[in-house]
């Protein structure tokens, strides 16, 4: 579906991404790991367009993506969360479906987003709090409740776990394994936590100095056999991986 | 040997300035044009739009009121001192009205919009940047620039004319109110002598300049906003630099007008 052909990207003199080559089938859920500046986030941003690779190809379904069209049924799940703070949690939600000619009114916008927030875990009271008046955990669902509100066929998550409790990066890893099989929808996540890419990952591929180092099904990891991908699985200090980077 | 080294790093060091600062007009430029092609191109976003108005004009009201309001009376003051030199206090009025209409009250307004909305528009836009809301918006078929920065641009541009307008009359009262209790002017005279010297272009030269001073503000704001990178420090610099580069280019530009609009 979301195919990436030798893609490089460098700022300056440090070259972050050197030749990527990475697919994504319809309905897979694909976790890229790899360690602090690896590349890791601009991978997602070359896709998404936000950054411009120096070369390369990225396609959708075997032909150049076209960014505008792809975005249309996209939905994204920020770091930080990226929640507009001066924007209400229903209108976080449902920010989408309150632009363009065919927008919700308000109470159908309030309406979705209640929905969406109840799928998330949230009560429909939370839809009238700002996103400052929320906890980490709650912002990351809000977040995650803005990227499915409109349904969509692809959904990036940005480290999704970061920043949370074990007890909350558990629910939230859940969550999202949950709405994407039952979405049915192409997920790319990328992390550098374990326990994330066991719980949301089909597939993984390992992203190290700039290159795709190792990929497979999440059922490989613990026997790839790559001293690399193994340092990483295992967190441990010595290895091929420097410790300092 | 040496010498050659240190002569070369001297002229290699101003050749970077001068590229850097090049860029950066450059860059300033081409986010002004892009930022221009938008007003005119759907999506509008007229409840932004709205409530800028509001955050920009209304709310900028009470301080540029008070700065033309003290400004005005020192005016008078400052006038009849000068003109009893000459025995010429009688023109305390009209020149109270001109220099508040023609110069004070634009350039005060701006530099004070500028403090207060520009630096806020840039501390606004810079967080957003740093907190990937910007990139939130892209990935929700948002522009940024549609979404952020016309919106803020039109507001500043059509909200400053008022402003001044409000400004120049509070700021003549000022005048007036130290004119007639301080200074022992005839109420009626002031007010005559004020409206006889004062002309239609006097006050439309201000609400141009107005104009301009408001579209600098926003521009600035939002430029510096959308450059600002390394978390709070960079959003502290772009809020500086906002203010600084938008207080400094009406100062300029206000010559320019000036010399436009007067120069016969």
């Given at each position: 579906?979301?195919?990436?052909?030798?893609?490089?990207?460098?700022?300056?003199?440090?070259?972050?991404?050197?030749?990527?080559?990475?697919?994504?089938?319809?309905?897979?859920?694909?976790?890229?790991?790899?360690?602090?500046?690896?590349?890791?986030?601009?991978?997602?941003?070359?896709?998404?367009g936000?950054?411009?690779?120096?070369?390369?190809?990225?396609?959708?379904?075997?032909?150049?993506?076209?960014?505008?069209?792809?975005?249309?049924?996209?939905?994204?799940?920020?770091?930080?969360?990226?929640?507009?703070?001066?924007?209400?949690?229903?209108h976080?939600?449902?920010?989408?479906?309150?632009q363009?000619?065919?927008?919700?009114?308000?109470?159908?916008?309030i309406?979705?987003?209640?929905?969406?927030?109840?799928?998330?875990?949230?009560?429909?009271?939370?839809?009238?709090?700002?996103?400052?008046?929320?906890?980490?955990?709650?912002?990351?669902?809000?977040?995650?409740?803005?990227?499915i509100?409109?349904?969509?066929?692809?959904?990036?998550?940005?480290?999704?776990?970061?920043?949370?409790?074990?007890?909350?990066?558990?629910?939230?890893?859940?969550?999202?394994?949950?709405i994407?099989?039952?979405?049915g929808?192409?997920?790319?996540?990328?992390?550098?936590?374990?326990?994330?890419?066991?719980?949301?990952?089909?597939?993984?591929?390992?992203?190290?100095?700039?290159?795709?180092?190792?990929?497979?099904?999440?059922?490989?990891?613990?026997?790839?056999?790559?001293?690399?991908?193994?340092?990483?699985?295992?967190?441990?200090?010595?290895?091929?991986?420097?410790?300092?980077r | 040997?040496?010498?050659?080294?240190?002569?070369?790093?001297?002229?290699?060091?101003?050749?970077?300035?001068t590229?850097?600062?090049?860029?950066?007009?450059?860059?300033?430029?081409?986010?002004?044009?892009?930022?221009?092609?938008?007003?005119?191109?759907?999506?509008?976003?007229?409840?932004?739009?709205?409530?800028?108005?509001?955050?920009?004009?209304?709310?900028?009201?009470?301080?540029v009121?008070?700065?033309?309001?003290?400004?005005?009376?020192?005016?008078?003051?400052?006038?009849?001192?000068?003109?009893?030199?000459?025995?010429?206090?009688?023109?305390?009025?009209?020149?109270?009205?001109?220099?508040?209409?023609?110069?004070?009250?634009?350039?005060?307004?701006?530099?004070?919009?500028?403090?207060?909305?520009?630096?806020?528009?840039?501390?606004?836009?810079?967080?957003?940047?740093?907190?990937?809301?910007?990139?939130?918006?892209?990935?929700?078929?948002?522009?940024?620039?549609?979404?952020?920065?016309?919106?803020?641009?039109?507001?500043?541009?059509?909200?400053?004319?008022?402003?001044?307008?409000?400004?120049?009359?509070?700021?003549?009262m000022?005048?007036y109110?130290?004119?007639?209790?301080?200074?022992?002017?005839?109420?009626a005279?002031?007010?005559?002598?004020?409206?006889?010297?004062?002309?239609?272009?006097?006050?439309t030269?201000?609400?141009?300049?107005?104009?301009?001073?408001?579209?600098?503000?926003?521009?600035?704001?939002?430029?510096?906003?959308?450059?600002?990178?390394?978390?709070?420090?960079?959003?502290?610099?772009?809020?500086?630099?906002?203010?600084?580069?938008?207080?400094?280019?009406?100062?300029?530009?206000?010559?320019?007008?000036?010399e436009?609009?007067?120069?016969?």
């Amino acid at each position: 579906m979301i195919e990436l052909r030798g893609i490089t990207k460098a700022f300056g003199n440090n070259a972050v991404l050197r030749g990527v080559d990475l697919s994504v089938t319809k309905g897979e859920s694909l976790v890229v790991i790899g360690g602090s500046g690896t590349g890791k986030s601009v991978l997602l941003k070359c896709i998404l367009g936000i950054v411009q690779p120096d070369a390369g190809e990225i396609l959708l379904h075997g032909k150049p993506l076209d960014r505008d069209v792809f975005l249309q049924d996209f939905g994204m799940l920020f770091q930080g969360g990226a929640l507009f703070d001066s924007l209400p949690v229903w209108h976080n939600v449902a920010f989408r479906q309150r632009q363009g000619k065919n927008r919700l009114t308000k109470p159908q916008a309030i309406e979705l987003a209640v929905e969406k927030l109840r799928r998330v875990g949230l009560k429909p009271e939370t839809a009238y709090l700002h996103p400052a008046e929320l906890s980490g955990g709650m912002q990351k669902r809000v977040g995650l409740a803005r990227a499915i509100a409109s349904d969509p066929s692809v959904i990036f998550f940005d480290e999704p776990t970061t920043g949370l409790d074990p007890i909350m990066a558990g629910v939230i890893n859940k969550l999202i394994r949950e709405i994407v099989v039952e979405m049915g929808a192409t997920s790319i996540t990328i992390t550098h936590d374990m326990s994330s890419v066991r719980a949301i990952a089909d597939r993984v591929a390992m992203l190290h100095d700039g290159k795709l180092r190792w990929q497979g099904d999440v059922g490989e990891i613990d026997q790839s056999g790559d001293p690399y991908l193994d340092q990483f699985v295992h967190g441990r200090a010595d290895g091929p991986i420097e410790g300092v980077r | 040997m040496q010498a050659i080294l240190l002569i070369n790093s001297f002229f290699a060091s101003i050749g970077r300035s001068t590229l850097a600062l090049l860029a950066s007009i450059g860059r300033l430029v081409i986010f002004m044009a892009d930022s221009l092609g938008h007003i005119v191109r759907p999506p509008f976003y007229p409840a932004e739009f709205l409530q800028q108005l509001l955050r920009i004009g209304y709310f900028s009201l009470p301080v540029v009121g008070l700065t033309t309001l003290f400004t005005g009376g020192a005016l008078a003051l400052q006038i009849y001192a000068g003109g009893a030199r000459f025995n010429a206090e009688s023109v305390v009025p009209s020149i109270v009205a001109i220099g508040m209409v023609r110069e004070l009250g634009p350039v005060l307004a701006g530099l004070m919009v500028a403090g207060r909305v520009g630096a806020s528009i840039a501390a606004e836009i810079g967080t957003m940047k740093v907190t990937e809301q910007i990139d939130a918006l892209t990935t929700l078929s948002t522009h940024p620039v549609k979404y952020l920065v016309v919106p803020r641009i039109l507001a500043a541009t059509l909200a400053m004319p008022v402003l001044v307008l409000i400004g120049n009359i509070i700021g003549v009262m000022g005048g007036y109110l130290v004119g007639v209790y301080r200074l022992d002017f005839n109420s009626a005279a002031y007010i005559s002598n004020t409206v006889d010297f004062l002309e239609t272009a006097d006050v439309t030269s201000g609400l141009i300049k107005a104009a301009v001073f408001g579209f600098i503000v926003a521009v600035m704001g939002c430029y510096n906003g959308f450059q600002s990178e390394r978390g709070a420090q960079g959003v502290g610099q772009a809020t500086t630099n906002a203010v600084v580069s938008a207080s400094i280019l009406i100062l300029a530009s206000n010559y320019l007008l000036t010399e436009l609009l007067f120069s016969a």
